[in-house]
T-cell receptor, first 115, second 117 residues
Framework: GDSVTQMEGPVTLSEEAFLTINCTYT??????LFWYVQYPGEGLQLLLKATKADDKGSNKGFEATYRKETTSFHLEKGSVQVSDSAVYFC??????????????FGKGTLLTVNP | GAVVSQHPSRVICKSGTSVKIECRSLDFQATTMFWYRQFPKKSLMLMATSNEGSKATYEQGVEKDKFLINHASLTLSTLTVTSAHPEDSSFYIC?????????????FGEGSRLTVL
């Protein structure tokens, strides 16, 4: 079946540092890929997505590129802020090992940004 | 944007009692809602898919008689943990899908933390 592996946290950075959170996936077919963010005390929110190979999703300064050759969807941000502190989840939907509407999540990576 | 609300956000109960968690889509109709369970340092695990007006579809290994799901209207799904035990303590999250089944975006509730004493 489908699976998502993302880097274990926690990740602690200083403000304005560069962020990378690695995410790789296993799926048959052509899944859509997502990054969700969970701020403290809140539900998950969609951060960005990409639906086909070489697509780049971007939002709020975050970017991730769908790399089919390396089955990866790494999340990056050039300069993090304290307000980016949250848990980040990589997810996929639509691989043939899953179903068209179910999301398969990675374990989540806790990011803490210090001033 | 679309909002999904869960209630209660925290609940503590005694072992052997039942607890109901509500999930509401506040500004859209959701024919499909999903219930997840999140363990510490673990991913979200899909428990079941809730379809309005029909029986829920449970994932393998999830006891349907223990985790009762009812989706009585297009804006409300409930999860009832029956005869709760300490091992049921967890963070339960619902999500609701707007739009089409394959293309609609998923919106998540804030989660409900259940502690069984």
């Amino acid at each position: 079946g489908d699976s998502v592996t993302q880097m274990e946290g926690p990740v602690t950075l200083s403000e304005e540092a560069f962020l990378t959170i690695n995410c790789t996936y296993t799926a048959t077919g052509y899944p859509s890929l997502f990054w969700y963010v969970q701020y403290p005390g809140e539900g998950l929110q969609l951060l960005l997505k990409a639906t086909k190979a070489d697509d780049k999703g971007s939002n709020k300064g975050f970017e991730a590129t769908y790399r089919k050759e390396t089955t990866s969807f790494h999340l990056e941000k050039g300069s993090v802020q304290v307000s980016d502190s949250a848990v980040y989840f990589c997810a996929l939907k639509g691989g043939r090992g899953g179903s068209n509407y179910k999301l398969t999540f990675g374990k989540g990576t806790l990011l803490t940004v210090n001033p | 944007g679309a909002v999904v609300s869960q209630h209660p956000s925290r609940v503590i109960c005694k072992s052997g009692t039942s607890v109901k968690i509500e999930c509401r889509s506040l500004d859209f109709q959701a024919t499909t809602m999903f219930w997840y369970r999140q363990f510490p340092k673990k991913s979200l695990m899909l428990m079941a898919t809730s379809n309005e007006g029909s029986k829920a579809t449970y994932e393998q290994g999830v006891e349907k008689d223990k985790f009762l799901i009812n989706h009585a209207s297009l804006t409300l799904s409930t999860l009832t943990v029956t005869s709760a035990h300490p091992e049921d303590s967890s963070f339960y999250i619902c999500s609701a899908q707007s739009g089409g089944r394959n293309t609609g975006e998923l919106f998540f509730g804030e989660g409900s933390r259940l502690t069984v004493l």
